[in-house]
C-alpha cells in the first residue's frame, strides 16, 4: 500500500523549534522528488522547502535559513526541520513525492497541483504565545 505519513506536528512557541518526518511506504522513495507544503486557514498550500534525487534542495525566501528539508532513502523518511518559527508559518503541512520529470520540476520550483503521484495527510503546525 502506497503512502507518505507526516508527523511531528504540535504547538510552539515564536521563536521555537519543530521537526516534522513524512514516512514513505509502498513505491521506491529514493527515486522520487519530495516536497513539503504548508496550508494556512483559507489559503492554497504553498511550498516551504523540496529536494530532489541527488539531495540538492530549495527553499523560498520566506523560510531560507529557517527551514531544512533532508531525506534519509535509507528508512524511506523525509524530514523538514524548522526553526524560528513564527505565526505565519502555522498550518497544515503536508509532503508530496513525484518520479517523472515534470513532477520533480514542479516540486522544486513548490508548485501546487493537485497531481502529484503521491501526496500525505498532512500534520498541524501551530505557533503560538
Not at 498550500?45 to 531525506?71: A, E, L, M
Request: some cysteine.
Amino acid at each position: 500500500q502506497v503512502q507518505l505519513v507526516e508527523s511531528g506536528g504540535g504547538s510552539v512557541q515564536p521563536g521555537g523549534s519543530l521537526t516534522l518526518s513524512c514516512a514513505a511506504s509502498g513505491f521506491d522513495f529514493s527515486s522520487h522528488c519530495l516536497c513539503w507544503f504548508r496550508q494556512g486557514p483559507g489559503e492554497e498550500r504553498k511550498g516551504v522547502g523540496s529536494i530532489d534525487t541527488n539531495d540538492k534542495t530549495n527553499y523560498p525566501t520566506s523560510v531560507k535559513g529557517r527551514f531544512t528539508v533532508s531525506r534519509d532513502n535509507a528508512n524511506n523518511i523525509l524530514v523538514l526541520q524548522m526553526d524560528n518559527l513564527n505565526a505565519d508559518d502555522a498550518g497544515m503541512y503536508y509532503c508530496a513525492a513525484d518520479s517523472s520529470a515534470v513532477g520533480c520540476a514542479l516540486l522544486m520550483g513548490w508548485v501546487n497541483y493537485d497531481e502529484y503521484k503521491y501526496w500525505g495527510q498532512g500534520t498541524q503546525v501551530t505557533v503560538s504565545s
